[in-house]
Every structure is written in structure tokens, then in C-alpha cells.
């Protein structure tokens, strides 16, 4: 009997634990999303051939390091790069802004691509997204107006 009560309490203890820690770790993840890709016609030229991108990343507060990469390829070529190196953020949250122009040329798969490599001195994280899509998908009239540089 004695054993059998050792055994259950045992358990369960495991069990409280277990979701205690995943709790902690789901803290202290981060986290990547492209809500929005698709073609328009940011550089007012009359043509839907370029690409905007939204991609929201949360981060551990105090992040102190962080470097990021984006790429937009087409049949495995090349079309643009971003790539920005320390770039210091305080927020935890933040919704970056890719604007590539005169890119879809052709119709066909196009592949977007983000990476970011985060640091707050104690945590480091890679996280890595990929999205293709195939113009003439998307809204062509969003975003209004166009941009210059990712980032907020």
C-alpha cells in the first residue's frame, strides 16, 4: 500500500514539474512569423512587380544582439539579400517591413526567406522562416505606399 502511494505522489510530482519547466521554456522562446508576403506596386511605376513582406519575431526582453538576413529567390537565383549586424533592439516585439523592388518578373514560385540570430547575454536562439509564393497572389493595393529599409 505504502509503495503504491509512494508511487502516485511520485508521479504526479513529475508530472507538476514537467509542466512547470515547460512553462518556463515557452517563456523563453522566441518566435517568427511572415504574416503577409505578396506583389504591388510600391515604386509607382504602373507595374505589380514588387514584393512586400511583414514578419513579426517576439524576443526575450533586453536582447542586446541581434542580426538578421533576408532573401528573395526565384528558380534557386538569387533576386535581393538584406542582411543588418547588431542591430540592437529593447522591444520584445517588433514587426519588420522587407521591401524588394522590381522583382517578380516572371511568373513562377518566388521564395522568401528570414533568419535572425538573437542574444541577451544569457540566451541565444536561430530561427529561420521560409515562405514561397506565386504572383500575381496577394492584394496588389497593400501595402499603400511604398518603403526604404526593413525594419522599424
Not at 526582453?61 to 526565384?74: D, Q, R, V, Y
Not at 520584445?92 to 526567406?113: K, L, P
Amino acid at each position: 500500500m505504502k509503495f503504491n502511494k509512494f508511487l502516485k505522489i511520485t508521479f504526479f510530482t513529475l508530472i507538476i514539474l514537467m509542466l512547470f519547466q515547460n512553462s518556463r521554456i515557452t517563456a523563453r522562446t522566441c518566435t517568427i512569423n511572415i504574416d503577409y508576403i505578396g506583389y504591388c506596386d510600391l515604386d509607382n511605376d504602373g507595374k505589380n512587380d514588387d514584393v512586400y513582406a511583414e514578419v513579426f519575431i517576439t524576443m526575450w526582453e533586453g536582447t542586446n544582439f541581434l542580426t538578421l538576413e533576408a532573401s528573395l529567390k526565384f528558380h534557386g537565383q538569387l533576386i535581393y539579400s538584406i542582411y543588418r549586424d547588431n542591430h540592437v533592439r529593447t522591444e520584445s516585439e517588433i514587426t519588420y517591413r522587407f521591401y524588394f523592388y522590381n522583382a517578380t518578373y516572371e511568373a513562377g514560385w518566388y521564395v522568401f526567406s528570414v533568419w535572425f540570430q538573437i542574444t541577451n547575454g544569457e540566451n541565444s536562439a536561430y530561427l529561420h522562416r521560409v515562405k514561397a509564393f506565386d504572383p500575381p497572389e496577394g492584394d496588389p493595393d497593400y501595402p499603400p505606399g511604398g518603403g526604404l529599409d526593413p525594419g522599424p
